[in-house]
């Protein structure tokens, strides 16, 4: 009786053994398939970010990109919704049978800022933004996203009948943030239902940015910042510039409030456990050299990894920009959160660490790099808020290129070494790859 059990044990250890063996001999399989097909699908991959390089649009305003996107995933037979979010546009590929639905993003905008670099795919374009005339670039690698989720989705096509499960590839507008009145971005895509009717079981995205070619660098936990944009109005009183007494100065509260702003993070904050930033972006007051103006306005940022820590600062800022205002019988009026804010980008515990096998295979040890956390913030946060989520940064500088003397994201000399967007399809893929054959 007992050789009988043990027997059964056997063989049914023997049929999991062989399920599993033949799973992961799948996933290798495919796996060499995506090998197969770099050399070519890179060209395109390349080619595709040269021409979004240098007609980047600005956030909500991705109309061209959009219909670029579009264009692809119809091409690729997928189920196609446009319009999400003003411009976002979703792909749905099914695969041969029942499995999980894994999420990957890609956000598209541009920057105002005029393209230095010097490339012969360099921007010229120009747009409008908050009724100036500006330069746009993609200065922040967003080209390069929609490039790779493109290669991502082609490849996945070509495999569909031999996957399980489905595969949604988002196309987001507005990361950088909506426009003064108007929403944006992942929050807005979410709130329009994009998740109502199918719920991924998880989401993976990755961000390009000034580190050495090919590595990919990741954070467990709170990878990025909580970002809330403040607003502060100083009201005084407006007097000649040769009889500052007779006024109630504006500027000379902004100047002194900016200074007293920093020591709510310097002296009113524990930072042992969790660090935080609070600053100033601008000011703005006053037409001439000799009129003291009415009224003064200050912008900037705060960052946290804590909501603790997030919800003292605000209370101090209106603590101390009334204390400042009073001392010399100016008034304020602070906002908090002014506009968008995101909270903690926060990578999935048990997610992370299944995937870094994943990616330590792909990049070795040497390139698979522990990152501190990060005082950037991203939306994509909000997508993690809702699934388990895996959002890490792919370095895109030419080999042996030091960072310290690189033009990071955000510059007008901000450059991507093209090569280095393979391990970013190579990722992508694998990641989904492993997910959906059970191997994550």
Known sequence: MIMIKEKKILLISL??????????????????????????????????????????????????????????????????????????????LRGNRQGPMVALRAD???????????LSYASNQKSVYNGKNVDVMHACGHDAHVAILMGVAEYFSSIRNKIP???????????????????????????????????????????????????????????????DSWKIIIKGKQAHGSTPWASVDPIMVAFQLGNNLQTIVSRKLDLRESPAVISVGSVHGGVRSNIIPNTVEMEGTIRTFDPVIRDEIIKEMNIIAKGTAAIAGATVEVIVPNGENYPVTFNDLELTKKVLPILENIVGDDLLYRTERSTGA???????????????????????????????????????????????????????????????
């Not at 590595?215 to 709170?222: C, H, K, Q, T």
Request: hydrophobic share 40%.
């Open 378 to 440: 991203e939306d994509f946060s909000f997508f993690s808020e809702k699934i388990p989520g895996f959002y890490f940064f792919l370095g895109v500088n030419e080999p042996g290129v030091d960072p310290s003397n690189t033009a990071g994201n955000h510059s007008p000399y901000f450059l991507i070494d093209d090569p280095a967007l393979e391990t970013g399809v190579k990722s992508l893929s694998h990641l989904t790859l492993n997910y959906l054959f059970g191997e994550i």
């Open 165 to 227: 499960g489905s595969i949604m590839f988002i196309f987001q507008p507005a990361e950088e943030g909506a426009p003064v009145g108007e929403q944006g971005g992942a929050r807005l895509m979410l709130k329009e239902g994009i998740w109502s009717k199918e719920l991924p079981d998880v989401i993976f995205g990755l961000h390009v940015t000034n580190a050495p070619h090919g590595l990919i660098a990741y954070r467990e936990g709170p990878a990025m910042a909580a970002s």
């Open 108 to 118: 598209m905008d541009g920057l105002p800022v005029k393209e230095m670099t010097g």
């Open 15 to 92: 049929v999991l053994l062989l399920f599993f063996e033949s799973t992961e001999a799948k996933t290798q399989k495919l796996e060499s398939q995506l090998q197969d097909q770099l050399p070519e699908l890179m060209k395109k991959v390349v080619d595709w970010r040269h021409d979004l390089h240098k007609y980047p649009e600005l956030s909500n305003r991705e109309f061209r990109t959009s219909k670029k996107v579009e264009e692809h995933l119809n091409s690729l037979d997928m189920e196609v919704i446009t319009g999400v979010a003003h411009t976002g546009v979703i792909g749905i």
